[in-house]
């Protein structure tokens, strides 16, 4: 009974301590509660009042999330190692959470500052691994294993100085050795902590790997890299291109996707791109867009197999971009 009642709450943050009978703080002020955490309330009969709960932002849900990963790397950074139970515990339902929003333009927003770039994009990776599994169809199992995977992909960026990663110039040679190291950390932090899956290490080795053979760490090509791999590449290239960072201003969202179909059939993994440009472009349906001929339109429907030509209404006439080559989206409303 008890434990129902405080399933109401999960996903809502915590207003003041909770402590249980004995006087030992159980879940601190600010908490987001997941699932353990009203668990734990539970077994140690503590009951719950909508006067000791609140409703969360999408600021601090991206806020709290990126708090828990600035953590996660900065243990790993003085461990070489993470706390696998935890990351399970406090950051995968923060994750899940965002990724289940209906707004996830809104949450990309706050994830593309540079602002602590490597922690929003490791939540961004996350987010948008999942939304490319679900298009898909992977199974709730193989998703949340995906999910976790992307968010961990950047972790051997602990290892690397901070002055590189932050560097607002271009990165000499050797800094960019440097920085390419990162997927061979990221495979010996994970291969080292208890209880983490294997594949997530490779995901940490492969994700700049590339179908033609062009990336590294190993210059592995299509058929030697794992499909988790190539799923978190896609998510990896996208949320960089569309980022600020403090060495380069952010991509307009139609130019970000044009980039990546008119590459699908190069480095990256060309099925897996076109069903991820499919789901961005379908969230884009209903939206205002300006055609190369200066007419602006509204988009009605997406092409499956060209994406980024879609279907658009023109004063109430339908044209239909993948059959009408000489015009194309010039941008989005």
């Known amino acids: 009974m008890l434990a129902g009642q405080l399933k109401t709450y999960v996903g809502m943050r915590v207003n003041r301590n909770i402590y249980n009978g004995s006087g030992t703080l159980v879940v601190p002020v600010s908490r987001v509660l997941t699932d353990r955490d009203v668990n734990l309330l539970a077994r140690q009969g503590i009951a719950l009042s909508e006067q000791d709960v609140e409703a969360v932002s999408v600021v601090h849900l991206v806020d709290s999330a990126v708090r828990e990963v600035r953590e996660l790397f900065e243990y790993a950074k ?3 190692r993470i706390p696998f139970a935890r990351v399970r515990e406090q950051i995968v339902p923060l994750i899940l959470e965002l990724s289940n929003h209906p707004n996830l333009n809104q949450i990309f927003r706050y994830l ?3 602002d602590e770039y490597v922690y929003r994009h490791s939540v961004a990776v996350g987010i948008l691994s999942k939304l490319i599994g679900k298009t898909k169809g992977f199974d709730d199992g193989e998703l949340m294993e995906l999910t976790i995977a992307g968010f961990l992909h950047d972790i051997g960026k602990s290892r690397v100085p901070g002055a590189i990663l932050n560097k607002p110039g271009r990165l000499t040679e050797e ?3 440097i920085v390419k190291e990162h997927t061979v950390f990221g495979y010996e932090i994970l291969k080292k902590s208890d209880g983490v899956p294997e594949r997530y290490a490779y995901v940490a080795l492969q994700h700049h790997e590339r179908e033609d053979g062009s990336g590294y760490p190993l210059g592995l090509r299509g058929g030697s890299i794992d499909v988790f791999s190539k799923i978190v590449a896609v998510a990896d290239v996208f949320h960089a291109m569309m980022s600020k960072r403090v060495y380069k201003s952010p991509l307009p969202l139609f130019q970000v996707l044009k980039e990546l179909a008119d590459n699908v059939y190069g480095s990256l993994e060309p099925g897996i ?8 472009m379908d969230m ?5 867009a300006v055609l190369t001929d200066g007419r602006e339109g509204r988009i009605v429907m997406v092409n499956a197999g060209d994406p980024v030509r879609p279907v658009v209404e023109v004063d109430g006439q339908y044209i239909d971009l993948s059959a009408e080559r000489s015009i194309e989206l010039d941008r989005i409303i």
């Open 175 to 177: 800094e960019f050795r």
């Open 78 to 80: 003085q461990t070489d």
């Open 273 to 280: 791109t076109i069903a991820f440009l499919k789901r961005i």
């Open 284 to 288: 884009l349906i209903g939206n205002r």
């Open 112 to 114: 593309e500052v540079h």
